[in-house]
């Protein structure tokens, strides 16, 4: 197994071109990668694939994450200085319209979860437009093109009062280190993501920043593994994932940082290959 797990962030649109407008590189990512013949997997299905619980997936295969689970996501929106962003979904129909590739593209999307949250983010993070909602996750899993996964209750974001970890600290997620504050981030989360949008990616999580711990890793994680509300865990270190991979660390690479330039995906390709 040697799968690479692309992440994107709809959220980053800071111009019009490739390298500072994710929505940009995606479509030229997602181009990419059918004209050159891999196999994009739904990310539930390379995990069950990894734990054993289906069979091997074909060689070159790829999956695609969304990370934080704006309304950029799934809606095409009209940003007040760069214009109409065609969504990350639509973007996908859009390739399947252009180049029919077998099977469809498909992503999963991390969400955060908690409703307050999103909208003190929308407010402070973005525009105040009102683009951090769940209405469209039930339609996004019916769409069988994207699968709405656990990005924590509310990413530990600084700008988020309060948070649900106990002493306030915020801004990262290391801090995570109790059976309290990582239930309230994560297990919640999940409770509440098996009632608003059910679907496999629900038992899927991306660590807010990429940042874990020992404990979550070593003890959180591991401890929930008999009964699990979490099958596997994914960062943002970069990387292939194979089967020696850390099941409560996946690697995933992230666009912006891990490559800049089409060129760059081109070799990451290689290199995953």
Not at 176 to 197: C, F, M
Request: proline share 6%.
């Amino acid at each position: 197994m040697r799968i690479p797990i692309l992440a994107y962030h709809a959220l980053n649109v800071h111009g019009h071109d490739y390298g500072n407008n994710d929505h940009v590189a995606f479509r030229e990512d997602l181009a990419t990668l059918c004209k050159t013949g891999w196999h994009i997997a739904p990310l539930f299905d390379v995990v069950s694939a990894y734990l054993g619980m289906t069979a091997a997936l074909p060689k070159k295969t790829i999956a695609i994450t969304f990370d934080d689970g704006s309304d950029f996501d799934f809606h095409d929106l009209a940003h007040p200085e760069f214009g109409v962003q065609r969504s990350m979904l639509n973007i996908m129909r859009d390739q399947i319209e252009f180049s029919k590739p077998s099977p469809k593209p498909h992503a999963t999307s991390f969400v955060v979860v908690s409703p307050d949250a999103r909208a003190q983010m929308d407010k402070a993070c973005i525009l105040g437009k009102d683009w951090w909602r769940e209405t469209w996750w039930r339609d996004a899993v019916v769409s069988n093109m994207m699968a709405i996964a656990n990005h924590s209750w509310d990413h530990n974001h600084d700008c988020v009062t309060p948070v649900a970890v106990r002493k306030q600290t915020k801004g990262n997620f290391r801090c995570v280190k109790s059976l309290d504050d990582a239930d309230a981030e994560i297990h919640v989360a999940a409770d509440y993501l098996n009632r608003a949008a059910p679907n496999p990616g629900t038992k899927l999580f991306a660590y807010p920043y990429g940042e874990s711990n020992n404990y979550l890793m070593q003890e959180y994680f591991p401890a929930q593994a008999a009964n699990p509300f979490v099958l596997a865990a994914f960062g943002t270190q970069g990387g292939v994932m194979t089967e020696t991979s850390n099941r409560w660390h996946l690697p995933r690479y992230v666009c912006g940082f891990h490559w800049k330039t089409p060129e760059a995906f081109e070799q990451l390709l290689r290199d995953g290959e």
